[in-house]
T-cell receptor, first 109, second 114 residues
Framework: RKEVEQDPGPFNVPEGATVAFNCTYS??????FFWYRQDCRKEPKLLMS???SGNEDGRFTAQLNRASQYISLLIRDSKLSDSATYLC??????????FGKGTKLSVKP | NAGVTQTPKFRILKIGQSMTLQCTQD?????MYWYRQDPGMGLKLIYY???????DKGEVPNGYNVSRSTTEDFPLRLELAAPSQTSVYFC?????????????FGQGTRLTVV
């Protein structure tokens, strides 16, 4: 099992749609989880941290399932500006951060 | 509030030339990372460092060298540039104590080897 695994997509959705991304991780001892967003030809930027109890930031909801070792990101009411690549990030056993390869989202009018 | 600063932003190298990509952070982060990203692909970890004087290989270290003499700086050295090293290079830093904080990225260096 890869350390952090994501569906590469692309996910092509119409404006206003709800889209969900999932990510699985292999290290059951991981304590830190994040979702990043990367726009084309730009550096990745933090979208939100993922907490054990789940957390929401506007149209974005992140959830953690430790038993199944997966993280999810839900985007409601998709906007054109949500088009980007979404990266799942997990704390590694060496104290480092491990990035997934990303899932590309394209929101169409 | 500079964060992570990378220089240069763009560079064209000839095959066989050498160069150093500079990276500095002012957040007192202990972890620093170098990634490369090829067009349409994900990030690949080249090297990372857990603190001054300590570095570790990542997924794709061949053809690169790093050093970490201070907490702030983590330069990446290409000794004999090859066309396969044409890519966008990102430096990042984070803090690991009781847990991990988020990673902050530099704006990237776009390198072309011809």
């Amino acid at each position: 099992r890869k350390e952090v695994e994501q569906d590469p997509g692309p996910f092509n959705v119409p404006e206003g749609a709800t889209v969900a991304f999932n990510c699985t991780y292999s290290n059951s001892a991981s304590q830190s989880f994040f979702w990043y967003r990367q726009d084309c030809r730009k550096e990745p930027k933090l979208l939100m941290s993922v907490y054990s109890s789940g957390n929401e930031d506007g149209r974005f909801t992140a959830q953690l399932n430790r038993a199944s070792q997966y993280i999810s990101l839900l985007i409601r009411d998709s906007k054109l500006s949500d088009s980007a690549t979404y990266l799942c990030v997990v704390g590694g056993s060496q104290g480092n951060l491990i990035f997934g390869k990303g899932t590309k989202l394209s929101v169409k009018p | 509030n500079a964060g992570v600063t990378q220089t240069p932003k763009f560079r064209i190298l000839k095959i066989g030339q050498s160069m150093t990509l500079q990276c500095t952070q002012d957040m007192n982060h202990n972890y620093m990372y170098w990634y490369r990203q090829d067009p349409g692909m994900g990030l690949k970890l080249i090297y990372y460092s857990v603190g001054a004087g300590i570095t570790d290989k990542g997924e794709v270290p061949n053809g690169y060298n790093v050093s970490r003499s201070t907490t702030e700086d983590f330069p990446l050295r290409l000794e004999l540039a090859a066309p396969s090293q044409t890519s966008v290079y990102f430096c990042a830093s984070s803090y690991t104590g009781q847990g991990n904080t988020e990673a902050f990225f530099g704006q990237g260096t776009r390198l072309t080897v011809v």
